[in-house]
C-alpha cells in the first residue's frame, strides 16, 4: 500500500510539473550506468550503492532525490555538479523521477564477459594463437541489448599495439543481442619489441543505455625467438663401388630438429659433378617443417652413369642459423668384370725366438663386377717360418671380401722376409703381399710398484722407518738385477727373505721388494731416487724419494707400563686380556702418526704370539710436547707349546720416525697337561678354570713346565718393579 501511495504522489507531482513526457528508459540508464555516460564522470551509478535495486527506491520524485542531493543525504552531494543543474525541474532527476515511478516495468539488459584474457608466453615477432572473448547476457537479463553503433570495440593501454582484434568474431558496431544470445571477438598476441610482461585493455561499448562498457585486461609474456637446429646423422653418404647403370641399395641420413624453433626447409637440391648418378627420397620435403626435437629422412640411391669415380651434393637450404647445410655424395661406377683390392699390401711381424705370433689378416674384395675367384695363396719360396690360412675359397660378387691369415713362427734371431703369391681371375693376377718378420730374444717387462715414496719428517743422524718398493717380472723370460741404487741422504735395508739383492734373478711372474729408509745428512728437503738395474725392460727402473731432515729430535715416544707389557702365564691356544700401552709425546715437537699403521708387531722371537687389539693413535689426532697421550691395546695368544717365554716388538711409527716396546709373556703347559693350573694372577691374561685331565710333563715326578712359566713371570714381574 505504502508503494502504491507513493508512485500515485510521484505520478500527481509529474503532472504537476509538466513533466509528463519525461524518458523513463533514460531514468534506467542514468539508475544503473550514469552519471558514468555523461561527461566520462568518474561518478559511480545509483544502482552501486543501491545494490538492492531501484525497487527500494520507487515513488522517489525529482524533489525528494533533489533535496537528497542539496542536503548531503548519504553522501549523494558528490552530484550536485554532475546531474543537469536546475534543481528539482533537472531533466535527469525528472526522468529518474519517470523510471523510479514502477522500476520493474522496463525490462533490465545486463550484458556479460570474462574479466581477462592471458596469451601466455609467445615468441617475439610471432603471433599467437586466436583467443577468444565471448560477451553474453548476464544472470537476470531481461531485454536485448546492442553494441555502440561505432568504435564498439576498441583496445588501448601500453601494449595496444601488440594486440589485435583478428577476424572471424561475431561482435560489431550496431549488432543486437537477444536475450540468451551472444557474439564473440577473436584477439591475437603479437610482441615486439623487449621481452618480459605485456598488457593492455580490451573495451566493449553498448548503446544500450543501461549496459556500462566492460573492460577485458590483456596480458601475454615475450620471450626470445625461438629458433631451430639441423642436426644430421651423417654429413657425408660413401657408396660401395656399383656396376655401371645398376642401382644401390639405399642410405639414409636422419635429420634432426635440435632447436627450440621450428625447422622450414625451404629446399632440398642434389647438384654437382653427376648429380644425375644420386636419386633422393625420404620424408624430408621441399617446404615441409619440422618441429622441435622431431626428425625427418632423407634417403639416396646410386646408380652410376660411368665407370670411375662419381661426385655430387646435397644442399639443405632453410632457416636454420647456421645457414645452408650441404652433405657430400660419392661412388664409383665399374664394369660388369670382377677387380682385385687388397688391404694391407705388407704385413710385419716381430716374434720371440720359437713363439708363434698372433695372426695377421689380409683382406681380399671384388672392387669390380661380376665374380672374383681366388684360386690360391702360397708363399713365392719355401719359408717354414710363415703359416698361411686362405679363408677365400668362395666366388666373390662385387663389393663381398674374404681374409688370408698370416702367422710368423721365427726359428732364428734376425730379419725373416717373405713373399704371399695370391691367384685369381682378374686382372694382374698374381697379386703380392711383402712379409716382414724378425725373431728376437726374449726380454723380460719390468716394473715397480709405488712410484713415489715420502717419507716423514726425520732428525738428522737419525733414520726414518722403511717403506717398501716392488720389483715384478711380468715375463717372458727371467729378469736378473744387476744393482741397486739409492741417491745420497737414502738407504736401502739389509736384505731379507723375499728381498731383491744385486745377481738375483727374478723368474716370470715373480717379483721382490727393497726397503728404503731415509737418512737426513742436513736439515731441509731431500729429493732423490732408487735405481734397480736389471736385464728386464726397461733396463732401469726408478722411484721418486722425499723427506725433510729436522734439525732437532722433535717427537720422542714414552710409554708406560715401564718396560713393556707383560703378560700373565697363558695356556696355548687362549689369548689374554689386553694390556694397555699409553704412548705420550716426551719430544720437544708435535708427534703425528700416519694414516694406517701405526702400531705393528711384526719383529722379535714371536711376533705371532701377540696382536694388537686397538689404537686411539691416529692421523687426526696428533700428540703435543709433554701433552695429552693416545693407547694402544695388546693382547697375549701363545700359537702353540714351545718355550716358556714369548717376546716380541710392538712398533709406534710416528712423524719422528719409530719406537719400540717391548712385549713379554709366558706359556704355561709348554710340553703338557694334566698338572695343575697356577693361581690367578693380578695383570693382565685369562687363565683355564681347570687344566684337562689325563698328560703329564714327561718328566717323572719333576717340576712341571708350568711351575717353571709361573716362577719366571713373578721373577720377571719383580725385576721390573725394582727397575720402575
Given amino acids: 500500500m505504502r508503494q502504491s501511495l507513493k508512485a500515485f504522489i510521484g505520478a500527481l507531482l509529474l503532472v504537476a510539473m509538466g513533466a509528463a513526457a519525461q524518458d523513463a528508459n533514460r531514468g534506467q540508464a542514468l539508475w544503473y550506468n550514469a552519471p558514468g555516460v555523461k561527461n566520462n564522470s568518474t561518478i559511480l551509478p545509483c544502482q552501486s550503492c543501491h545494490s538492492q535495486g531501484p525497487t527500494i527506491k520507487m515513488g522517489r520524485t ?3 532525490i533533489n533535496a537528497a542531493i542539496v542536503g548531503n543525504t548519504g553522501g549523494m552531494g558528490i552530484f550536485n555538479s554532475i546531474l543537469n543543474v536546475g534543481g528539482a525541474a533537472s531533466v535527469d532527476l525528472l526522468d529518474l523521477q519517470a523510471f523510479l515511478v514502477n522500476p520493474t516495468a522496463i525490462p533490465l539488459a545486463i550484458a556479460n564477459a570474462s574479466a581477462s584474457l592471458n ?18 547476457h548476464g544472470t537476470g537479463s531481461a531485454a536485448a541489448f546492442q553494441l555502440a553503433t561505432a568504435n564498439s570495440i576498441s583496445i588501448s593501454g601500453t601494449n595496444s599495439s601488440e594486440f589485435a582484434v583478428a577476424p572471424g568474431g561475431t561482435c560489431m558496431n550496431s549488432l543486437n543481442v537477444a536475450i540468451g544470445g551472444s557474439c564473440t571477438i577473436n584477439l591475437t598476441f603479437t610482441p615486439t619489441g623487449a621481452t618480459g610482461a605485456k598488457g593492455a585493455s580490451l573495451r566493449i561499448a553498448f548503446a544500450t543505455p543501461s549496459v556500462p562498457a566492460l573492460t577485458v585486461i590483456l596480458t601475454g609474456n615475450a620471450t626470445a625467438v625461438a629458433t631451430p637446429t639441423i642436426s644430421l646423422s651423417a654429413t657425408s653418404l660413401a657408396f660401395a663401388n656399383q656396376v655401371q647403370s645398376t642401382t644401390s641399395a639405399a642410405q639414409t641420413i636422419t635429420l634432426t630438429n635440435s632447436g627450440a624453433g621450428t625447422l622450414s626447409l625451404t629446399s632440398l637440391s642434389t647438384g654437382g659433378t653427376n648429380a644425375a648418378d644420386f636419386t633422393r627420397g625420404g620424408t624430408c620435403v621441399d617446404g615441409g617443417t619440422v618441429a622441435p626435437m622431431a626428425t625427418c629422412t632423407i634417403t639416396y640411391t646410386f646408380t652410376p652413369g660411368a665407370l670411375g669415380a662419381r661426385t655430387g651434393t646435397l644442399t639443405i637450404v632453410s ?20 677387380a682385385i683390392a687388397i688391404n694391407p699390401t705388407t704385413l710385419t711381424f716381430s716374434t720371440v725366438l720359437g713363439q708363434t705370433s698372433a695372426v695377421q689378416n689380409i683382406t681380399v674384395s671384388n672392387a669390380g663386377g661380376g665374380t672374383l675367384n681366388v684360386t690360391g695363396a702360397a708363399l ?20 663381398a671380401s674374404c681374409t688370408i691369415g698370416v702367422s710368423f713362427t721365427p726359428a732364428a734371431l734376425g730379419a725373416n722376409n717373405a713373399t704371399l703369391n695370391i691367384t685369381h681371375d682378374a686382372a694382374g693376377s698374381p697379386s703380392s703381399v711383402t712379409l716382414n718378420g724378425t725373431g728376437v730374444s726374449a726380454v723380460p717387462v719390468v716394473s715397480r710398484n709405488p712410484a713415489t ?21 711380468a715375463g717372458p723370460g727371467a729378469a736378473t738385477i744387476s744393482t741397486i741404487v739409492p741417491s745420497a741422504g737414502f738407504a736401502t735395508a739389509a736384505p731379507v727373505t723375499g728381498a731383491c739383492a744385486n745377481g738375483a734373478a727374478v723368474a716370470a711372474g715373480a717379483s721382490c721388494f727393497v726397503d728404503v729408509r731415509f737418512v737426513p745428512a742436513a736439515a731441509g728437503p731431500a729429493n732423490g731416487t732408487l735405481t734397480i738395474n736389471s ?25 708406560t707400563p715401564a718396560g713393556g707389557p707383560l703378560f700373565e702365564p697363558a695356556q696355548a691356544g687362549v689369548t689374554s686380556e689386553a694390556i694397555r700401552v699409553t704412548i705420550r709425546n716426551i719430544g720437544t715437537a708435535s708427534m703425528t702418526f700416519p694414516a694406517s699403521g701405526v702400531a705393528t708387531i711384526t719383529t722379535g ?4 704370539d701377540f696382536r694388537v687389539a686397538t689404537t686411539t693413535c691416529v692421523a687426526a689426532t696428533p700428540l703435543l710436547p709433554n701433552t695429552g697421550n693416545c693407547t694402544v691395546d695388546v693382547t697375549f695368544a701363545p700359537a702353540a707349546a714351545g718355550n716358556a717365554i714369548r717376546t716380541a716388538i710392538l712398533v709406534i711409527s710416528h712423524s719422528g720416525g719409530a719406537d719400540q716396546v717391548p712385549l713379554t709373556g709366558v706359556v704355561i703347559g709348554a710340553t703338557g697337561a694334566g698338572t695343575p693350573a697356577p693361581p690367578p694372577s693380578t695383570g693382565g691374561g685369562t687363565n683355564p678354570s681347570a687344566a684337562p685331565a689325563g698328560g703329564g710333563d714327561g718328566g717323572g715326578g719333576g717340576l712341571s713346565w708350568q711351575w717353571l712359566g709361573l716362577l719366571l713371570f713373578l721373577t720377571l714381574a719383580a725385576v721390573r718393579r725394582r727397575s720402575a
Wanted: with cysteine; aromatic share 6%; hydrophobic share 40%.
Fill in 62 to 64: 525529482a524533489v525528494m
Fill in 119 to 136: 596469451f601466455g608466453n609467445q615468441a617475439l615477432n610471432t603471433t599467437s594463437g586466436v583467443m577468444t572473448v565471448t560477451v553474453s
Fill in 535 to 559: 736385464s728386464g725392460t726397461p733396463a732401469a727402473i726408478t722411484v721418486a724419494l722425499a723427506g725433510t731432515g729436522t734439525a732437532t729430535v722433535a717427537p720422542i715416544v714414552g710409554y
Fill in 605 to 608: 722371537f714371536n711376533p705371532g
Fill in 453 to 473: 715414496l715420502n717419507f716423514p719428517l726425520t732428525a738428522v743422524g737419525q733414520q726414518s722407518a722403511t717403506q717398501r718398493v716392488t720389483y715384478s717380472n
Fill in 380 to 399: 713365392a719360396a719355401a719359408n717354414a717360418a710363415y703359416m698361411v690360412t686362405n679363408g677365400c675359397t668362395a666366388g666373390l660378387a662385387t663389393n
Fill in 319 to 338: 632457416n636454420n642459423p647456421g645457414g645452408n647445410v650441404v652433405v657430400a655424395l660419392t661412388g664409383t661406377g665399374v664394369g660388369n668384370t670382377p
